[in-house]
C-alpha cells in the first residue's frame, strides 16, 4: 500500500492480482441466527497464497444474474487471520437483507458442495497483529453483521499476541437476532483476563448489567469510561450501520480520541449520501461540473487510455475496456475500486471507504469519481 493507515493497521497483503475471482466450493452452510448464514469456504493448495487475508478484510462474492446482469456482494471474513502458507478455508458472514438478491440467493439456495465464484481478499479495514505494540490495549464498537471482521481482529490479535487485550461493545436487537454468539462467548471463555464484552441490547431486556436501548453517541460518551482507560487504547474499530459508526465516533471525538486512532467500516448505507458526507472531493480536486474526457488507467501492470462519457464514472469507463478492474458496491461503501489519482482533476459523490489519510494522499473510489478536467489518469496498482 503507497498510504499506510495509522499504524499497526498497515499489514494489509495486497491481492495477487487486482479483483481476481476464482471459483471456491462451499464446504458448509450454519444458520447463525434467523436472518443470518455462515459460509464456509474451502480453498484449493493452489490458491492459498492468494486468499491470505489480514484479519478484517472481506471477499466479494458473484453471481450472474438470470436475465444476464451480475451481482456482486462484500462479506467480511470472520475466521482468524491465517498462517504464511494461506487458510485452507475461510468462512463470511451473510445477513438477509431485505430484498436483498445476493443475500435472499445465500439463505434460500447456497447449499455445501455449491461452487461460488469468489475474489481474493480486500479492504484495509485491518490490525496486524504483528504490528501491534507491547500491551497493546484495542477496542470496537460494532453493530449488527458489523460483528464480522470485529470477529476475526480480536481472534486473531488474541491467539497471537499473549500480551494483547481486547474490549468489545456490541449492540444488536435482540438475544436471538445476534450473530456469531457462540463465537464470541468462546473468545469469553478463551481469554477471560484478556477479552473484555458488553453485550446492549436494543430491544430486550438483558438479565443483568446494561439496561436495553439504543447505543448511540450520547450512550457511549458516559459508557465508555466506565469499561477501560479511554485515552489509553491503542486503536478503536467501529463497525456497523451508518448511524451507529458515526455516533460512536462522535463520542470518541468528544472523549479526546485523536481521529488517527480510529478506524471505521460502514455497512449499510442508505442511497441518499448524508449532507455531511457528500459531496467529497478525491485528493487533488475541488468540485466542478463533470465533463467528457478520457481516462488513463494503470492495472495489474498495463494501462490503457479510453473515453470518458458524460456523466459516467471512471471505473465505469474503465470497466468498458478492462473487465477485470475491481470493484463490489458501486456505492462508495466497500473501497474495492480505490486508486490512485496520478493526474487530473475528479469529483467524488460519495465516500464511505476511504480514511482522511487516503484521500489526502490522492486516493479515489472510481466507481464514485467523475473527470473534472479532459484528461485524468489513476493508478489501482498503488
Ligand atoms: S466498488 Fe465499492 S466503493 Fe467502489
Not at 34 to 53: C, F, G, K, N
Not at 230 to 256: D, I, M, N
Request: charged share 25%; proline share 7%.
Amino acid at each position: 500500500m503507497a498510504v499506510p493507515p495509522p499504524s499497526p493497521t498497515s499489514g494489509s497483503p495486497r491481492p495477487a492480482r487486482h479483483g481476481a475471482f476464482h471459483a471456491l466450493t462451499v464446504a458448509a452452510v450454519d444458520r447463525l441466527t434467523d436472518d443470518s448464514v455462515a459460509l464456509t469456504l474451502r480453498v484449493p493448495q493452489e490458491l492459498r497464497a492468494e486468499y491470505r487475508h489480514a484479519p478484517g478484510q472481506h471477499l466479494t462474492l458473484r453471481r450472474a444474474a438470470p436475465e444476464g446482469a451480475e451481482v456482486r456482494r462484500t462479506y467480511s471474513i470472520c475466521s482468524p487471520a491465517p498462517g504464511e502458507a494461506g487458510p485452507s478455508v475461510l468462512r463470511v458472514g451473510v445477513r438477509l437483507v431485505e430484498g436483498g438478491e445476493f443475500s435472499t440467493f445465500a439463505h434460500k439456495e447456497i447449499a455445501a458442495g455449491d461452487v461460488l465464484d469468489v475474489m481474493v481478499p480486500a479492504g484495509r479495514f485491518v490490525l496486524d497483529p504483528a504490528a501491534a505494540p507491547a500491551a497493546a490495549h484495542y477496542a470496537a464498537v460494532v453493530g449488527g453483521s458489523g460483528i464480522t471482521p470485529v470477529l476475526s481482529i480480536a481472534a486473531s490479535l488474541l491467539a497471537a499476541r499473549p500480551d494483547a487485550r481486547f474490549c468489545l461493545v456490541r449492540s444488536d436487537r435482540t438475544a436471538a437476532s445476534t450473530m456469531f454468539l457462540e463465537e464470541v462467548a468462546d473468545l469469553k471463555d478463551r481469554y477471560p483476563d484478556r477479552f473484555q464484552l458488553v453485550t446492549v441490547l436494543s430491544r430486550e431486556e438483558q438479565e443483568a448489567g446494561l439496561p436495553s436501548g439504543r447505543l448511540d453517541e450520547q450512550r457511549l460518551t458516559a459508557l465508555l469510561p466506565a469499561l477501560l482507560p479511554v485515552a489509553e487504547v491503542t486503536g478503536w474499530f467501529l463497525c456497523g450501520p451508518y448511524g451507529l459508526v458515526q455516533g460512536a465516533e462522535r463520542a470518541l471525538h468528544a472523549l479526546g480520541v485523536v481521529r488517527t486512532r480510529v478506524h471505521e467500516e460502514i455497512f449499510h448505507v442508505e442511497d441518499t449520501a448524508p449532507q455531511d458526507t457528500a459531496p467529497q472531493t478525491g485528493g487533488r480536486a475541488p468540485s466542478a461540473a463533470a465533463s467528457r474526457g478520457r481516462v488513463t488507467a494503470r492495472l495489474d501492470g498495463r494501462s490503457g487510455t479510453w473515453p470518458v462519457q458524460e456523466g459516467e464514472s471512471l471505473l465505469d469507463a474503465v470497466l468498458r475496456n478492462r473487465a477485470d478492474a475491481p470493484y463490489a458496491c458501486k456505492g462508495g461503501v466497500c473501497g474495492t475500486c480505490r486508486a490512485f489519482l496520478v493526474s487530473g482533476e475528479v469529483r467524488m459523490d460519495r465516500n464511505f471507504a476511504l480514511e482522511a489519510e487516503e484521500t489526502e494522499a490522492g486516493f479515489v473510489l472510481a466507481c464514485q469519481s467523475h473527470a473534472v478536467t479532459e484528461e485524468v489518469e489513476i493508478d489501482f496498482d498503488r
